[in-house]
């Protein structure tokens, strides 16, 4: 076995003087590497175009890094020396000839050659290596011949008995490769496979062909008489077959086809057709073709500039009504085309503003999720077209939204549309204190549409309902330490609100609709948070106990009866909003009155990096009106928010909120909530996460007491698990579980079974899932999907399984 020796550099000093000159050791010469590098050429950068850093992907992440399978041509710098070294030098003047034979070692360019015996040809330029031939390449890979021929350039070349291992252990060999003009190499009788074989075992997958053709500047690789062999089986023959290169991420040409079978499309296939256009835009064109519902147009437009980026998808089907589910109500109002388009972008405009929009347009609201382009939960649709900027102390928005209730009900879907045009945002932190403290001024202003049928509860209601806003706020606090360390933290609020409204149903009698009308409503507020922290260090890390309490007062009441409530719907009272200035999620509810806030915060710190956080709490409405006691109705005699918050009594229930992470691979959180007379539990969110070794499991179970005022006479239990297991080092297993514990019945279940190692990979997928909405009814789904690295991915499915799980999914997808 031949010991690799690090090149030397230098020269001899020896004059040729006879035919045949032997130099004991280490023979290391000047003239051949003045000879070679006289005749070099500067070789083009062959690299081909990757523009992913230019354009957002439109297609699922491999498995597997891009990577060329021969490696780029990289440029020749000729003014870099040649070092040489061998055992014995042979000067054959009359064939013009430099012989280095025994242990040669050639250095040049990063380029590593070695062999038994290496004969330059000044004649013809050439340089021959005969014997155990090496020739590592910059980019990592390692090329074994038993004969290498090459021009002195290492541009251009002939190998015989070829072996190249790739940086990643790809392998190629063959009978015989050539190497033309510095760009494209010829192999024959090539096999080429990406998988690790032992103990004489063939590959799990190869290709083989009779003449594969790598052109680096078209970086397309070109199979004839190509065959793909599992397990040393050919299973597959197409007479020419190309690809292009590994390492190319953007080329014109078909992708991987999509086939997948499912109860509303039939058997189906999606072939995907890649435009690359430019470096910085292309378009993706993937119809569909159904059984059931024949073919649906599917494109896909991306383009990045200079200061942004922008998509366009576009779907299309000209429907036959009688060919849809007959459980679909009133199907044939789909009769005709349906489709839509989706298109989202996002730009700048300098160092502080962005421009940009997120909307999808429908001919109907079922349209994309029964075509499974959406996750089949989606239940609300938020188109939005923005305009921002921030800086160090300020944010402006400026925003338009257009609101789609896609929900479904038992009289059907849905048609409640709102419009917000716009919503307008402003903070800004005044840079100079003021009394100490700092002051900061927030400004909202919206104006709302919203075509909401009221009809079954306010006959006269009107349906198209507006609502113009304005709400100012001016903001103070300062912190303040003692010398015993209790620190006081003083704040004050002075927020004024002006309302244009028309058409709104009173949310307090809705028997009545209110007067198109314009009022006023101010609010003066200030209080102070004291806390007191106790320190105490251990040898296993620190521990804080504080004390917290917090008063805030207000005047005593202010009418919110005529008001609409538009964004304070949600209202959720738990330990992270307990000292906060109101509970209420938005601007169109406010708290009055006094109220109090206590509580008690422990926090330990390990050395070792774990750590736990509890706080426990309570609030007291102390005097004025509880604005959480009497919500009101909306026009649907549904509360405007929750009744049974647990700060409708003057005394809330109490609220703990519990955090750990022990250690790094765990995380448990858990917020609950008890009713302040019995202690009862009345809201749970609690979940955690592991993550150790093989083993990744997390959990989230939610609990919600009853609330008439909205239907919910049980208690509400959910929980959901899953659980992640490696097996071995290529096998692994997954599970997940979605469970309604008060109904005593699975909304969901899946089961994953993965094999991956370097050369392929499988997954096989099966969910369960149970809906209402008969219009989208899908139950059982398979779903099997392979790769093969470098040559690209497909997919089987009986369903698309980012139906069930995906926020919203379109397009094709493949390597």
């Known amino acids: 076995m031949r010991l690799t020796r690090a090149p030397h550099e230098g020269c001899g000093s020896s004059r040729v003087t006879c035919r045949h000159r032997k130099a004991a050791g280490w023979v290391r010469m000047a003239v051949l590497a003045v000879a070679l590098s006289a005749s070099l050429a500067p070789v083009s950068d062959a690299y081909a175009q990757d523009p992913s850093t230019l354009a957002p992907s439109v297609q699922r992440q491999s498995s597997f890094p891009k990577q060329s399978l021969v490696g780029p041509s990289r440029n020749i710098d000729k003014s870099q020396p040649l070092y040489l070294q061998g055992d014995e030098l042979v000067y054959d003047t009359g064939g013009n000839k430099v012989i280095a034979r025994g242990n040669v070692e050639i250095y040049y360019n990063n380029y590593i050659l070695t062999a038994d015996q290496v004969v330059y040809d000044q004649s013809a330029n050439t340089l021959t290596a005969v014997g155990n031939v090496v020739l590592k390449e910059p980019n990592g890979n390692i090329v074994r011949a038993d004969r290498y021929t090459l021009t002195d350039d290492f541009r251009d070349g002939f190998v ?6 790739a940086s990643d252990d790809t392998r190629i060999a063959a009978e015989s490769a050539e190497r033309r003009a510095g760009n494209t190499t010829v192999f024959k009788n090539g096999r080429f496979t990406p998988c690790k074989t032992s103990d004489g075992m063939p590959p799990l997958w190869c290709l083989s062909a009779a003449t594969v053709i790598h052109d680096q500047q078209a970086a397309t690789i070109t199979y004839q008489d ?3 062999e599992l397990f ?13 290169d590994p390492s190319v991420k953007r080329k014109s040409g078909f992708l991987m086809p999509q086939p997948s079978i499912s109860d509303n499309l039939g058997y189906a296939t999606t072939i995907p057709y890649y435009f690359a256009l430019a ?22 437009w991306r383009h990045r500039t200079e200061n942004g980026q922008y998509y366009i998808k576009g779907s299309g089907i000209d429907q036959d009504y009688a060919t849809l589910p007959s459980s679909i109500e009133n199907r044939e109002q789909y009769d005709g085309w349906r489709g839509s388009l989706d298109t989202k972008g996002l730009f700048n405009l300098g160092s502080w503003w962005k421009f940009g929009w997120d909307v999808t347009t429908e001919t109907d609201d079922e349209f994309r999720r029964f075509y499974k382009l959406d996750n089949i939960l989606l239940t609300d649709r938020v188109n939005k077209i923005f305009f921002n900027g921030l800086s160090d102390r300020n944010f402006f928005q400026l925003a338009a939204y257009e609101f789609t209730d896609l929900g479904y009900t038992t009289a059907g879907t849905s048609e409640t549309k709102q419009y917000a045009y716009p919503i307008l945002d402003y903070n800004y932190v005044f840079a100079d204190p003021v009394l100490g403290g700092e002051l900061s001024w927030t400004t909202n202003a919206m104006a709302l549409s919203s075509n909401q049928d009221a009809t079954s509860f306010a006959p006269f209601a009107d349906t198209n309902q507006q609502m113009n806003r304005v709400v100012t706020e001016l903001n103070w606090r300062r912190r303040l330490t003692d010398p015993i360390g209790i620190t006081y933290t003083p704040f004050a609020q002075l927020r004024g609100d002006v309302y244009q409204i028309s058409n709104y149903v009173d949310p307090y009698d809705i028997s009545a609709p209110l007067d198109s009308t314009s009022l006023a409503r101010g609010l003066a507020a200030g209080g102070v948070t004291v806390a007191y922290p106790w320190v105490a260090n251990t040898s296993g890390g620190s521990h804080v106990i504080e004390p917290i309490g917090q008063i805030i007062a207000r005047q005593a009441s202010i009418d919110q009866n005529g008001l609409p409530n538009e964004d304070a719907q949600s209202l959720v009272f738990d330990d992270t909003n307990l000292f906060e200035m109101t509970k209420f999620s938005g601007y169109d509810r406010i708290e009055v009155g006094t109220r109090a806030n206590v509580g008690l915060q422990y926090t330990f710190q390990s050395n070792t990096g774990g750590y736990a956080r509890i706080l426990a709490g309570e609030s007291y409405h102390l005097a004025g009106t509880n604005p959480y006691a009497d919500p009101g109705l909306d026009v649907n005699g549904n509360p405007v928010f929750t009744p049974y918050s647990g700060l409708q009594n003057d005394r809330s229930d109490y609220v703990l909120g519990a955090y750990f ?7 448990l959180i858990a917020q609950s909530r008890f009713d302040q007379s019995n202690f009862a539990l009345a809201r749970l969110d609690t979940g955690g996460q592991v993550n150790f070794g093989p083993l990744s499991a997390n959990a989230v179970y939610a609990y919600l007491n009853t609330d008439p005022t909205n239907g919910i006479d049980t208690a509400q239990e959910d929980i959901y698990a899953s659980l992640g297991l490696r097996l071995t080092d290529r096998w692994s297993v997954a599970a997940a579980m979605r469970y309604d514990i008060d109904a005593d019945e699975l909304a969901s279940d ?11 990979v499988l997954t096989a997928t099966y969910t369960d899932n149970y809906y209402v909405n008969p219009n989208l009814t899908d139950g059982q789904t398979l779903m099997l999907r392979f790769e093969l690295k470098h040559l690209g991915e497909f997919g089987y499915s009986t369903s698309a399984l980012d139906f069930n799980f995906s926020e919203q999914q379109s397009g094709a997808t493949s390597n």
């Open 160 to 165: 015989s008995q070829l072996s190249v291992v």
């Open 226 to 228: 190509a065959r793909f």
């Open 232 to 244: 040393g089986v050919p299973i597959l023959y197409t007479p020419y077959f190309e690809h292009a």
């Open 279 to 300: 470096p910085n835009y292309d378009f993706t064109f993937y119809p569909m073709v159904s059984s059931r519902q024949g073919m649906l147009w599917q494109g896909e």
């Open 661 to 667: 992470a022990p250690w790094s691979f765990i995380n």
């Open 750 to 760: 899946m089961f994953q079974l993965r094999y991956a190692d370097e050369c392929f």
